[in-house]
C-alpha cells in the first residue's frame, strides 16, 4: 500500500495517548538483520505495556518479508509499530482491543566510513521505563532538536551525573585501551546494536566493562562512540564546544565499524 493511502483512526491511542512499541530495524537485500533481538525486545516492550502482539516471531517477520519485497530497496530501514488501536478516549487500558500494526520500509544510506560528528550534553529528563522503545519520544525529539540547533547531531544524555545514553543511540566510551558501556537499567534502551558490538568485543578479547560512567570521564576519553541500527557507529569528536580525545583517531571506531560492517553485510 501507498503510504499516501495508509489511514489509522483518530481515537488510536497511540495518537491520543503516545501509548505504542516499535521497533527500527535495518533489512539489507531483503533479509532483515537481528530480527532475534528485535522481537525480543518487542516482546518486553508489550510485556509492559501489557499489549498482546498477536504474532509469533514468525508470522511477524514473515509479514515484514511480504513488505520488503513489495517495496523492494536493497538497503532500508524497517519501522514497525504496534499500538492498542482506536478505543473511546479513556486513560485506563481498553479491555478489548483490536491491536494497531504499521509497517514501513525506507531507503537509507549506508556510511562507507566511520562517521565523526559533534555533540551536546544534557540533563536526561526522560522517564524511568528507557528500557521500553515507547513511542512516546518527545523528550528524545526535543533534545535532538537542540543538539542540532547548536550545530551537533546527537544529545547525550546524564542521569544525576552519570551518562545514560544519547537520544537515539547508546555509548561506549574508551579509555586507556578499556571500554566501558554504561550498565543496561531502566535508564537505557538495550540497543540491539549495543550488544552486537558487546559481542564483537567479547570474541576480540577487548577489555570493556559495563558500568556507570561519570560526565568527567568524558574529558578524559580517548574515543567517544555511539551505536544505533540505523547509525551503526559513530564517533564523537566535540561535545558542548569540548574536544573529546585529539578529536580525530577513533581506533577502536574503525575496528569496529569494519566488524559490524562484516556481521551485516556477509
Ligand atoms: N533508535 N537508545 C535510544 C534512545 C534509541 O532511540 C536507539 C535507537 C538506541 C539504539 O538502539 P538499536 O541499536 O537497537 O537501534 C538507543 C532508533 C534507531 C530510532 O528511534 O530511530
Known sequence: MNLADAKISVLDRGFIFGEGIYEVMLAVEGNLLHFKNHFERLQDGAKDMQLDIQFSETKLHDLIKEVLSLNNNPFCSVYLQFTKGAAPRDHYYPTR?????????????????LNVVKAILLK??????????????????????KAKK???????FERNGILTEGATSNLFLVHRNKVLTPKENEHILPGVTRELVLEIMRRKNIDHEETNISIDSLWKADELLLTSTTKGIVAVKDINGKQIGDGETFNLGVEIFQALKTLSFT
Request: positive net charge; hydrophobic residues 35%; charged residues 20%.
Open 150 to 156: 547548536s550545530g551537533g547531531e546527537e544529545a547525550i
Open 97 to 113: 482491543y483490536d491491536p494497531t500494526l504499521f509497517i514501513m520500509t525506507s531507503p537509507i544510506n549506508m556510511p562507507p566510513r
Open 124 to 145: 536526561d529528563i526522560r522517564w524511568q521505563k528507557c528500557n521500553v522503545k515507547s513511542t512516546s519520544l518527545y523528550a528524545n525529539t526535543w533534545a535532538k532538536t
